[in-house]
Protein backbone atom coordinates (compact mmCIF):
# COMPACT_ATOMS: atom_id res chain seq x y z
CA UNK A 1 0.00 0.00 0.00
CA UNK A 2 1.01 3.55 -0.92
CA UNK A 3 -0.37 6.47 1.11
CA UNK A 4 -0.01 10.47 0.21
CA UNK A 5 -0.49 12.33 3.19
CA UNK A 6 -0.88 16.27 1.74
CA UNK A 7 -1.06 18.97 4.83
CA UNK A 8 0.83 21.85 4.95
CA UNK A 9 1.27 20.99 8.73
CA UNK A 10 4.08 18.65 9.73
CA UNK A 11 2.73 18.26 13.42
CA UNK A 12 -0.23 16.67 12.00
CA UNK A 13 1.31 14.88 9.28
CA UNK A 14 3.34 12.83 11.91
CA UNK A 15 -0.19 12.29 14.12
CA UNK A 16 -1.56 10.81 10.28
CA UNK A 17 1.45 8.67 9.81
CA UNK A 18 1.15 7.00 13.22
CA UNK A 19 -2.95 6.90 12.72
CA UNK A 20 -2.25 5.20 9.13
CA UNK A 21 0.76 2.77 10.53
CA UNK A 22 -2.09 1.66 13.04
CA UNK A 23 -4.72 1.17 10.26
CA UNK A 24 -2.29 -0.08 7.48
CA UNK A 25 1.19 -1.68 8.74
CA UNK A 26 4.03 -1.85 6.85
CA UNK A 27 2.29 0.60 4.26
CA UNK A 28 4.51 2.58 2.50
CA UNK A 29 3.57 6.67 3.26
CA UNK A 30 4.81 9.75 1.42
CA UNK A 31 4.12 13.41 2.45
CA UNK A 32 3.19 16.97 0.20
CA UNK A 33 2.87 19.74 2.24
CA UNK A 34 1.33 21.84 -0.18
CA UNK A 35 -0.69 20.67 -3.27
CA UNK A 36 1.90 21.40 -5.90
CA UNK A 37 4.14 18.81 -4.66
CA UNK A 38 1.21 16.35 -4.20
CA UNK A 39 -0.04 16.71 -8.17
CA UNK A 40 4.04 16.40 -8.94
CA UNK A 41 3.98 13.19 -7.01
CA UNK A 42 0.82 11.69 -8.56
CA UNK A 43 2.48 13.10 -11.91
CA UNK A 44 5.06 10.50 -11.54
CA UNK A 45 3.76 7.87 -9.51
CA UNK A 46 0.31 5.73 -10.57
CA UNK A 47 0.12 3.62 -7.80
CA UNK A 48 -1.39 5.26 -4.98
CA UNK A 49 -3.76 3.18 -2.65
CA UNK A 50 -5.51 6.61 -0.75
CA UNK A 51 -4.96 9.91 -0.22
CA UNK A 52 -5.56 11.80 2.93
CA UNK A 53 -6.06 15.53 1.75
CA UNK A 54 -6.84 18.80 4.02
CA UNK A 55 -8.52 21.56 2.39
CA UNK A 56 -6.63 24.19 3.79
CA UNK A 57 -3.33 24.55 2.77
CA UNK A 58 -0.86 26.25 0.17
CA UNK A 59 -2.33 25.72 -3.35
CA UNK A 60 -5.89 25.42 -2.39
CA UNK A 61 -9.10 27.49 -3.25
CA UNK A 62 -11.72 25.76 -1.32
CA UNK A 63 -12.45 22.56 -3.44
CA UNK A 64 -10.51 23.07 -5.81
CA UNK A 65 -7.82 21.18 -4.70
CA UNK A 66 -9.74 17.93 -4.46
CA UNK A 67 -11.35 18.36 -7.75
CA UNK A 68 -7.94 18.46 -9.28
CA UNK A 69 -6.61 15.37 -7.72
CA UNK A 70 -9.65 13.59 -8.32
CA UNK A 71 -8.87 13.92 -12.11
CA UNK A 72 -5.54 13.55 -12.13
CA UNK A 73 -6.76 9.97 -10.31
CA UNK A 74 -10.01 8.99 -10.96
CA UNK A 75 -9.86 5.61 -9.08
CA UNK A 76 -7.90 6.53 -6.02
CA UNK A 77 -9.86 6.70 -2.93
CA UNK A 78 -9.17 10.69 -1.44
CA UNK A 79 -10.16 11.09 1.89
CA UNK A 80 -10.40 14.69 3.09
CA UNK A 81 -9.57 15.51 6.56
CA UNK A 82 -10.41 18.98 7.58
CA UNK A 83 -10.56 21.45 10.62
CA UNK A 84 -13.88 22.32 9.23
CA UNK A 85 -16.59 20.28 10.69
CA UNK A 86 -19.44 22.05 8.78
CA UNK A 87 -21.95 20.32 6.71
CA UNK A 88 -21.94 22.07 4.20
CA UNK A 89 -18.12 21.01 3.72
CA UNK A 90 -18.84 17.65 4.21
CA UNK A 91 -21.81 17.63 1.81
CA UNK A 92 -19.16 19.88 -1.01
CA UNK A 93 -16.61 17.06 -0.49
CA UNK A 94 -18.86 14.20 -0.99
CA UNK A 95 -20.04 16.23 -4.50
CA UNK A 96 -16.53 16.58 -5.73
CA UNK A 97 -15.73 13.10 -5.48
CA UNK A 98 -14.30 12.36 -2.09
CA UNK A 99 -14.66 8.42 -0.55
CA UNK A 100 -14.73 10.21 3.09
CA UNK A 101 -14.13 12.95 5.44
CA UNK A 102 -12.50 12.84 8.62
CA UNK A 103 -12.16 15.77 10.84
CA UNK A 104 -9.35 16.63 12.46
CA UNK A 105 -10.78 16.48 15.97
CA UNK A 106 -11.61 12.94 15.75
CA UNK A 107 -10.35 10.86 18.42
CA UNK A 108 -7.40 8.74 16.72
CA UNK A 109 -8.97 5.09 17.14
CA UNK A 110 -11.75 6.34 14.97
CA UNK A 111 -9.44 7.74 12.39
CA UNK A 112 -8.10 4.15 12.07
CA UNK A 113 -11.42 2.74 11.96
CA UNK A 114 -12.33 5.35 8.94
CA UNK A 115 -9.50 4.74 7.44
CA UNK A 116 -9.98 0.95 7.55
CA UNK A 117 -13.72 1.53 6.14
CA UNK A 118 -12.59 3.37 2.95
CA UNK A 119 -9.42 0.81 2.68
CA UNK A 120 -12.29 -1.69 2.40
CA UNK A 121 -14.78 -0.23 0.17
CA UNK A 122 -16.84 1.94 1.86
CA UNK A 123 -17.46 5.66 2.57
CA UNK A 124 -17.10 7.04 5.80
CA UNK A 125 -18.53 10.14 6.93
CA UNK A 126 -18.91 11.81 10.38
CA UNK A 127 -21.87 10.90 12.26
CA UNK A 128 -23.96 14.10 13.39
CA UNK A 129 -26.60 14.75 15.12
CA UNK A 130 -29.91 14.15 13.61
CA UNK A 131 -30.68 18.03 13.13
CA UNK A 132 -27.49 18.06 11.48
CA UNK A 133 -27.16 14.70 9.35
CA UNK A 134 -24.90 15.30 6.30
CA UNK A 135 -27.56 15.12 2.99
CA UNK A 136 -27.60 11.82 0.80
CA UNK A 137 -25.61 12.64 -2.27
CA UNK A 138 -28.93 12.03 -4.25
CA UNK A 139 -30.16 15.31 -2.98
CA UNK A 140 -26.60 17.29 -2.89
CA UNK A 141 -26.34 20.51 -5.10
CA UNK A 142 -26.62 20.67 -8.53
CA UNK A 143 -24.58 23.44 -9.05
CA UNK A 144 -21.50 21.42 -7.69
CA UNK A 145 -22.51 18.51 -9.67
CA UNK A 146 -22.18 20.64 -13.11
CA UNK A 147 -19.02 21.90 -12.07
CA UNK A 148 -17.53 18.42 -11.57
CA UNK A 149 -17.79 17.52 -14.95
CA UNK A 150 -15.18 19.93 -16.12
CA UNK A 151 -12.38 18.75 -17.18
CA UNK A 152 -8.81 20.36 -15.29
CA UNK A 153 -8.32 22.69 -18.25
CA UNK A 154 -11.52 23.63 -18.29
CA UNK A 155 -11.55 24.76 -14.74
CA UNK A 156 -8.65 26.84 -15.19
CA UNK A 157 -10.50 28.63 -17.78
CA UNK A 158 -13.72 28.82 -15.77
CA UNK A 159 -11.24 30.03 -12.24
CA UNK A 160 -9.67 33.11 -15.16
CA UNK A 161 -13.14 34.00 -16.00
CA UNK A 162 -14.31 34.30 -12.41
CA UNK A 163 -11.47 36.63 -11.72
CA UNK A 164 -12.13 38.68 -14.67
CA UNK A 165 -9.96 37.99 -17.09
CA UNK A 166 -10.42 38.30 -21.04
CA UNK A 167 -10.05 35.25 -23.41
CA UNK A 168 -7.24 37.12 -24.92
CA UNK A 169 -5.29 37.54 -21.73
CA UNK A 170 -6.54 33.74 -20.67
CA UNK A 171 -5.47 32.67 -24.50
CA UNK A 172 -1.96 34.48 -23.41
CA UNK A 173 -1.60 33.07 -19.65
CA UNK A 174 -2.12 29.54 -21.25
CA UNK A 175 -0.12 30.04 -23.89
CA UNK A 176 -3.14 28.63 -26.05
CA UNK A 177 -4.87 29.90 -29.07
CA UNK A 178 -8.08 32.78 -28.42
CA UNK A 179 -9.85 30.11 -30.69
CA UNK A 180 -9.29 27.43 -28.20
CA UNK A 181 -10.17 29.55 -25.30
CA UNK A 182 -13.76 30.16 -27.24
CA UNK A 183 -14.51 26.12 -27.24
CA UNK A 184 -13.70 26.29 -23.83
CA UNK A 185 -15.69 28.46 -22.64
CA UNK A 186 -18.43 27.25 -24.88
CA UNK A 187 -18.10 23.71 -23.70
CA UNK A 188 -18.25 25.47 -19.77
CA UNK A 189 -21.31 27.07 -20.43
CA UNK A 190 -22.75 24.32 -21.47
CA UNK A 191 -21.69 22.02 -18.74
CA UNK A 192 -22.82 24.48 -16.65
CA UNK A 193 -26.19 24.83 -18.37
CA UNK A 194 -25.74 28.77 -18.21
CA UNK A 195 -26.02 31.25 -20.64
CA UNK A 196 -23.61 33.87 -19.71
CA UNK A 197 -19.56 34.00 -18.64
CA UNK A 198 -21.40 36.15 -15.74
CA UNK A 199 -23.18 33.37 -14.76
CA UNK A 200 -20.35 30.89 -14.89
CA UNK A 201 -18.36 32.70 -12.89
CA UNK A 202 -20.51 33.33 -10.33
CA UNK A 203 -20.88 29.34 -9.72
CA UNK A 204 -16.97 29.65 -9.79
CA UNK A 205 -16.58 31.18 -6.86
CA UNK A 206 -18.78 28.23 -5.01
CA UNK A 207 -15.96 25.87 -5.95
CA UNK A 208 -13.49 28.24 -4.62
CA UNK A 209 -15.24 29.77 -1.50
CA UNK A 210 -13.53 28.72 1.92
CA UNK A 211 -14.15 25.15 2.52
Not at 54 to 67: E, T
Request: proline share 5%; with cysteine; aromatic share 2%.
Amino acid sequence: MTILIADDHPLFRDALRQVVGEAMPNSDIVEAQNLAAAKDYLISHEDLDLILLDLNMPGVNGLSGLVDLRDMTPTTPIVVVSASEEASTIERSMVCGASGFIPKSLPKNEMVAAIGEVMSGHLFWPQRGDSDQVPDPSTQSELLKRVSTLTRKQRMVLSMIARGKSNKIIAYELDVTDTTVKAHVTAILRKLKVTSRTQAAILAREIERPA
